[in-house]
């Protein structure tokens, strides 16, 4: 008797990723999100792994309405005020949901910073840089993909970035 073999999605981020040669490992999980709990943090629960190895990809706007994506661990937030510091913006704001699937061509809840429909520039928190593997979306909610974090550099060409606000999970 042979294994049943799982079908995991084939999504613009996967056919990136293969495109490119980028090794990753697939996981799926049952998507739902509790009252009073994050995505990061329901995906986390579901694989059994810490929330600080997830990361989340995160749509922002500048000051001029110029779409960026930050890449954060699951258990951080974004420091906007040092980020448009850093960036040398007058100001950074998260995208409205609807506003973001537009620009990244992917659900809230299931963005992945590979294979966006929008080039965007892609920043990440530089601690992320000090695990030895990180799991980040997929392009489907509900699909997660674990991968080395220098792979996510040398993919996506990322600048580096320190505003991560560690909160209490």
């Known amino acids: 008797m042979g294994r049943s073999k799982?079908?995991?999605?084939?999504?613009?981020?996967?056919?990136?990723?293969k495109k490119h040669r980028i090794e990753y490992t697939s996981h799926l999980?049952?998507?739902?999100l509790s009252e009073?709990?994050?995505?990061?943090?329901?995906?986390?629960?579901?694989?059994?792994?810490?929330?600080?190895?997830?990361?989340?990809?995160?749509?922002?706007?500048?000051?001029?309405?110029?779409?960026?994506?930050?890449?954060?661990?699951g258990d951080c937030t974004i420091n906007t005020g040092e980020l448009a510091r850093q960036l040398s913006c007058k100001k950074i704001t998260p995208c409205r949901p609807e506003q973001a699937q537009r620009i990244s061509g992917y659900q809230?809840?299931?963005?992945?910073?590979?294979?966006?429909?929008?080039?965007?520039?892609?920043?990440?928190?530089?601690t992320i840089l000090d695990l030895e593997y990180i799991y980040i979306n997929a392009g489907k909610r509900g699909y997660l993909i674990k991968m080395t974090p220098q792979d996510v550099v040398d993919a996506l060409h990322v600048n580096m970035v320190q505003v991560a606000v560690f909160r209490d999970s």
């Not at 329901?42 to 000051?63: F, R, S």
């Open 6 to 17: 799982i079908k995991y999605p084939t999504t613009p981020a996967t056919r990136f990723l």
């Open 29 to 32: 999980y049952d998507y739902e």
């Open 36 to 73: 009073g709990s994050s995505v990061a943090q329901a995906a986390a629960n579901a694989l059994g792994i810490e929330q600080h190895e997830m990361v989340k990809t995160i749509v922002l706007v500048d000051h001029l309405e110029r779409p960026l994506i930050v890449l954060m661990h």
């Open 108 to 126: 809230v809840g299931g963005t992945s910073p590979f294979g966006t429909r929008k080039e965007m520039p892609v920043y990440m928190e530089q």
